[in-house]
Every structure is written in C-alpha cells, then in structure tokens.
C-alpha cells in the first residue's frame, strides 16, 4: 500500500499553474488508482488508454503549448469523461476541468453533422417545429429500408437512429399546482433532448411533487446545461448565462433536476463577478435528494414484492456523489428488494454523445454493463441519468428513471 503522505503529492515549484493542478509526471506514474478504474483501460489494457498517459498529453496542451500527435489526440479523444479516475486521485486533479480546457484550446470546430446537432440544442423552437417530423418518420416504417441500404450509415446518423425515442409533441405546461396543502414551489429543469424524449420522467418529476405539497414551475425560456457544448470543446457561455437569468429571477424555493448530466454541469456551473452562479447552486438540488428530504410521513407507499437493479451513472457517482439517495428513497416502497447492479464504478459507454462520436468503444462497454443486468435478475433496472438509460435500454432493453417507479407506487388518488 502506497503511503500517500509521504510521495510529495502537489504543485511542483518550477511548474506554472495558471488552472486547475496538473501533477508532475512523476507523481502521476507513483499511484496507478486511476488505471484500475479507467474504462478504455480495461478495453485496451495499454498504457495509452490510461487517465495519466492522456493528463500528459492534456499538459502538452495547456502548459507546454506544444502540438501533439494524431495518436494522442486519438487517445484523448478515445476518454469517455466519466471522470471515475478523478474520484480516486490522491492529488485532487480537476480531471474533468483539464479535459474540457484542453478540448477548448485545441480549437477543433465540429463537422457539419456536429455543428447541426449544436444548432438544434440551442434552438428550441426549431426543436419542437421538426419533432412531428420525427415523429412521423418513426412511425411510417422507413427505418428499415434505410438500414438495409446503408444510407443511414453514410450519412452517419445510424447510431443516433438506434437510439430515437418517440417525441413528446408539447412543451410541459409552465406551471403544476401542489396537491392539498402547498408547502413550497420548486422550479424544474428539463434539459434539451430529455424535454422531449424523456417527458414522461419530468411528468413523474411533477406529479411527485405535486402529491408532497409543491407547485411546480417550468419555465419555457431556459436552456439547455451546456455539457455537450463543453464536453466537446465548444462554447457553453451564451447556455449558462440564459439559465442562471432565467432561474435566478424566480422565487422558487429549489431548482430541481432530473438527469445527473444535466446535475454535474449546472452545479459546476463558474461565477462570475455578479455572483450569480453562485446564487443558483445555492438552490440547484437533485430530484430525488429533494423527493427525500421532503417526503411527508403521512404519505405511503403501495407494496411492491419485486426486485430492483440500480445502475449508478458516472455523473453521479464521480461528480454528485449523491448516489445513495437513489437506494435510500426506492427503500420507502414496502416490499421492494433493491440491489446495486454489479460492477457499478465502470462507465456504461453512453457518456453525453460518447456514444455518438465513438461507437465501437460504447457498445463494448454497454456489452459489459448487459452482462451486469442479465445476471442481477431483476424486475426493474433502474438510471437517473437519461443518456445512459437510453443507451443501455436500446434495441430491445428496459432501464428507467427511479421516479417511474416511486409515481406507480403512489396511492391511487394521488397519480
């Protein structure tokens, strides 16, 4: 066992920090924690899937200002940012902070198919005139053809094809009123694609809120978080500014989000010099934290004699930490067996459009995760992040938000 204490862990003298801390290859080389828990290691068992191989290239980025080679930049690009080598790190390195840095700095402008998917996250009005389209296309039959023919394929749109969902065709009302007695109001963060193919989790987010006493508000002007944007080099300023004026002039007593995605980039949301981020984060809690801490005694549950499989996603194992609160809010349904899902700490491969950009990678790791869910045997497997619930349930698999399960539970005159 390595005796952290004494290794010297810390900014070096002789190295410029003008961010977050870069460890000095020496000290990245002494610990290997990081290594066990990378995911691309554990495909590639070679050195350069390794969180400290890619934190040197990160530090030919942004301290060295040097170039670096098509396989680094491969490598790097290989990093499904889940960010587990972070929570493990006995310096404290801001992996993820330096990763998206150094995407930035490299200034690689997307392609004409990643610069449409960024117009279409920022334009929500264009969002909601295409979707009967969408929906139109996915109910007509032409998904099959298309495959057969690989026209899917040369467009590059195949992976995402195998992922759509049926659109919700209206916005959520702006406002739900509480059930009985009102206790408070809470605002309702909807994210960007989730608004319209995970509606049925935001209405569970509602009603749940509603039948403990609070009115619930969905303003129709924010934005999305900013975390593709960021995660893939590109401005996320114009997204965050919109959102924290959009929450911050409301008079919400919390800002609730459903997605732990959508969770890790807006509690890391930077402050500027009007403090506002700051004052945002003072009210930005995760649903099921607040669903928790709320919840009325008088209110419980219907039985339910099952078995339920957790699936921790990377954001909130890694950046929220909060992944207990999933157990500890199922453990209120009378009945109910909840389990961890096996092997937990290794990423699912959807991470944000990882499994867009770098499909191969995804699905060998989603093939793994599988492996984990077919041998917990359960009835219900459960993610509270969207993406990865997706991904994992796609072509033929069920995964859903813990708050499906918590709306059914509810006494009936509540639902």
């Known amino acids: 066992m390595f005796d952290f204490m004494d290794m010297g862990f810390g900014p070096t003298s002789d190295q410029p920090i003008t961010g977050p801390y870069i460890p000095d290859a020496s000290d990245c080389l002494r610990c290997g924690q990081c290594v066990s828990s990378c995911p691309t290691f554990r495909l590639f068992q070679t050195n350069e899937e390794t969180p400290r191989s890619r934190i040197r290239t990160i530090s030919k980025i942004l301290l060295e200002n040097q170039a670096i080679t098509p396989d680094e930049r491969q490598y790097l690009d290989n990093c499904v940012q889940c960010r587990a080598c972070e929570a493990v790190c006995p310096s404290k390195m801001a992996y993820g902070e330096l990763f998206d840095q150094a995407r930035a700095q490299l200034h690689t402008g997307p392609d004409w198919l990643g610069k449409l998917a960024f117009w279409f996250i920022e334009n929500k009005r264009w969002r909601f005139g295409l979707l009967p389209l969408l929906a139109a296309y996915l109910k007509s039959g032409l998904q099959k053809p298309l495959r057969r023919i690989g026209l899917l394929k040369k467009l590059r749109l195949a992976e995402a094809d195998a992922l759509l969902l049926q659109p919700a065709l209206k916005?959520?009302?702006?406002?739900?009123?509480?059930?009985?007695?009102?206790?408070?109001?809470?605002?309702?963060?909807?994210?960007?694609?989730?608004?319209?193919?995970?509606?049925?989790?935001?209405?569970?987010?509602?009603?749940?809120?509603?039948?403990?006493?609070?009115?619930?508000?969905?303003?129709?002007?924010?934005?999305?978080?900013?975390?593709?944007?960021?995660?893939?080099?590109?401005?996320?300023?114009?997204?965050?500014?919109?959102?924290?004026?959009?929450?911050?002039?409301?008079?919400?007593?919390?800002?609730?989000?459903?997605?732990?995605?959508?969770?890790?980039?807006l509690s890391g949301y930077p402050d500027e010099d009007t403090g506002a981020a700051g004052l945002f984060r003072q009210r930005l809690q995760d649903i099921q934290a607040f669903l928790l801490d709320h919840w009325p005694e008088s209110l419980p549950l219907q039985a339910l004699p099952e078995k339920v499989a957790v699936h921790e996603p990377c954001s909130q194992r890694n950046v929220l930490k909060n992944q207990q609160t999933v157990y500890a809010l199922l453990a209120k349904i009378p009945g109910l067996e909840v389990a961890a899902l096996a092997d937990n700490p290794l990423c699912c491969g959807a991470g944000g459009s990882y499994m867009l950009t770098r499909p191969d990678n995804a699905k060998q790791l989603r093939g793994l995760k599988r492996q984990a869910i077919a041998a917990?045997?359960?009835?219900?497997?459960?993610?509270?992040?969207?993406?990865?619930?997706?991904?994992?349930?796609?072509?033929?698999?069920?995964?859903?938000?813990?708050?499906?399960?918590?709306?059914?539970?509810?006494?009936?005159?509540?639902?």
């Open 171 to 265: 916005p959520l009302a702006a406002q739900h009123p509480a059930m009985g007695t009102k206790r408070g109001q809470v605002a309702l963060f909807t994210g960007c694609i989730a608004e319209h193919f995970d509606q049925g989790t935001l209405q569970a987010a509602i009603t749940l809120l509603n039948a403990i006493g609070y009115e619930v508000v969905v303003p129709p002007q924010q934005a999305c978080c900013g975390a593709v944007h960021q995660h893939n080099g590109q401005s996320a300023t114009d997204l965050i500014a919109k959102n924290l004026a959009v929450f911050n002039a409301l008079e919400a007593d919390a800002v609730l989000h459903t997605a732990t995605g959508c969770g890790a980039m």
């Open 376 to 415: 917990a045997q359960a009835d219900w497997v459960v993610s509270s992040n969207f993406g990865c619930a997706v991904f994992l349930g796609a072509e033929g698999g069920k995964v859903v938000h813990p708050l499906h399960i918590l709306v059914r539970q509810l006494p009936t005159n509540l639902k």
